[in-house]
């Protein structure tokens, strides 16, 4: 599951998954950028993104811990 939330004043994206959905997104970022015509940076944004979605598959970055059901 990936889901993702604006942050305050729009300054950037918090992305949340878990493990698998952030390696597909790491690997999704990579070949975008690798077949885009238009995204030729090897240091660019694009990849920067890639990088941090890995830094967070690697456990190296906030792990927010689950909500707890609501009990009715």
């Known amino acids: 599951m ?3 939330q604006l942050l305050k004043n729009h300054a ?15 690997e999704v970022d990579h070949d975008v950028n690798d077949r885009s015509p238009l995204l030729r940076q090897d ?5 920067g993104l890639a990088y941090d979605v890995r830094k967070a598959y690697e456990q190296q970055r906030e792990i927010l811990q689950p ?4 009990k009715k």
């Open 2 to 4: 990936l889901d993702y």
């Open 12 to 26: 950037g994206i918090l992305f949340v998954g878990d493990y698998h959905s952030l390696t597909e997104l790491h």
């Open 43 to 47: 240091d660019g944004p694009f990849l």
């Open 67 to 70: 909500l707890k059901a609501s």
